[in-house]
């Protein structure tokens, strides 16, 4: 009896804290079917300077899709900011894929020399924060004549060291027997790479690419800093500019925002998982 | 005997081939660039003439370098910490539940999708003068206050860290507990163990190899902490949670390339020793 209660309070804290997680994704969809005067009303106190307080109801009061409508028919710009970054997104993922994952087959089944004094050198450098590689990457940027562009902020992030680090784990999995078995029956590195190799840490791909997308999706250190004009900025500079004013927008938006990484993310969880796990277990 | 070893050259050099890209890559636009950085953080800004530590000295008298560093340090000491044992208690009551595992798995990593733009915008709400917090709080008499100008604004952004990374490190823990075989605790239970006894000798033992990652992973992931930061509160935030961010975002706006290039140095040099210090710690377990 005690044992069965004490399960149930488990649960309960579980779900609790599982309830304060997902709550300003309950916040987001409410606040975006609310009609404009709803949310005005709502916010009132924090944006008019009234008396009261703001107010956060669980359910619109009179769901519409007005701002959907609005956002989606009448701010071209919200269109442009979209598909900007979905185009950096696309780059960089494709970018990363094309070096990370062969890099990481080689640090994981090679057998150069330093190749461990290389591999701790990529992990020095995943650790860098932005503001550490900001001025040499403006200096790149400039001397490149890729300021401002987007081709600039794709090369930035196609070099990141971190899917190296992450696809490694995978690679290193992969048992050294088989490829052994594969080099007797005479295949070659490349053929033991794309016929072992990527099948086996396929999974690890796919999980890189579900963490990059997430990551790509809310990039924006750099192209705050790198891209001036504004019809190049991702979507995630867009939302910050809606203050609470236009709240209505900012809720329609940041709910489309969210669709795109819900969706890779729900298509990817077990894969993602498997990737965020990848670096916590020592084979 | 010559034959094999002249084989194992070969696949070495191989080997050597799949890294290359990526290597000349980072090379080329992330450490050479770099090494000019710290250069530059030798020389004069405008002339180029050599000036030895000069910059560094402007660095460490600047006050706003001070509060940042000291904000920094402040938030990484405090948050990483903190995640990490939170996360770990979280993984360890949801293993000893042992169902809808996955659900949970799923509402704790459900932050990481979350726009950042749009949690900033939760927190304004929440936070503001007249906000939800206030509101709540006056409900009980209390009084309300603007919490993003008081040092509040610190503690926001911590915990705003540990929502949006619980699910992350949940996850890492996760996967260091299942790696633990079941056969030690079964062993430890027939000599007679109690729970607590099996956590301290087995469990947290047992874990130790994957604290290093997972600090460094949660050390990685709190430099991201500054875009809450900055999109709630803007270039000039409460002192509390003035980060080194800002102020690098602010020397950069104003130009000031030779505190960015000393400030960046010295920056790269506390990161270095601190990967180092991880790696020992990491090498020595294994």
Known sequence: MKKLFLEKLKALLLALLAFVAVYPVCFLLTGSFMGGGEIRENLRAATEGQAGYVRMPWLPQYPTLQSYVELLLDSPEFFVMFWNSAKLSVGILAGQAFVAVPAAWGFAKGTFPFRKTLFAIYILMMMMPFQVLMLSDYLLLDGLHLLDSHAGVILLSVFSTFPVFILYRFFDSVPDALLEAARLDGANQWQIFFHIGLPLGFPGVISILTLGFLECWNLMEPPMTFLKSKNLWPLSLYLPNLGLKDAKAAFAASVIALIPAILAFLAGQDHLEKGIAAAAVKE | ?286
């Open chain 2, 1 to 286: 005997m010559r034959n094999n070893l002249m084989k194992k050259m070969r696949r070495g050099q191989t080997g050597f081939l799949f890294v290359l890209p990526s290597l000349l890559g980072m090379l080329a636009f992330i450490v050479v660039p770099f090494g000019d950085v710290a250069r530059r953080s030798f020389l004069e800004a405008v002339s180029g003439a050599w000036a030895g530590f000069a910059n560094y000295r402007t660095v460490f008298s600047n006050t706003a370098f001070r509060l940042a560093a000291k904000n920094t340090l402040r938030f990484e000491a405090i948050c990483i910490p903190l995640l990490l044992a939170l996360s770990l208690l979280l993984a360890l009551l949801l293993n000893s539940l042992n169902r809808h595992v996955r659900f949970f798995k799923s509402c704790f990593l459900a932050p990481m999708a979350i726009p950042v733009a749009s949690v900033a915008l939760l927190w304004k709400i929440l936070f503001h003068e007249r906000g939800a917090l206030s509101g709540l709080l006056h409900l009980f008499h209390l009084p309300g206050s603007d919490w993003m100008r008081t040092p509040w604004a610190f503690w926001i952004l911590v915990a705003s860290y540990v929502w949006k990374n619980l699910g992350y490190n949940l996850i890492l823990w996760l996967a260091g507990l299942s790696a633990i075989s079941p056969h030690l605790y079964e062993a430890a239970r027939v000599d007679g163990a109690g729970r607590w006894q099996c956590f301290w000798h087995i469990t947290l033992p047992n874990l130790l190899p994957s604290l290093f990652t997972i600090s460094a992973l949660s050390i990685l992931n709190s430099f991201k902490a500054f875009r809450e930061a900055y999109l709630a509160a803007g270039d000039y935030p409460h002192e509390s949670m003035y980060l080194l961010q800002h102020l690098f975002n602010n020397w950069y706006r104003d130009l000031s390339m030779d505190k960015m290039a000393a400030g960046a140095t010295l920056h790269a040099g506390v990161i270095f020793l601190l990967v180092l210090f991880l790696k020992q710690k990491w090498d020595r377990e294994e």
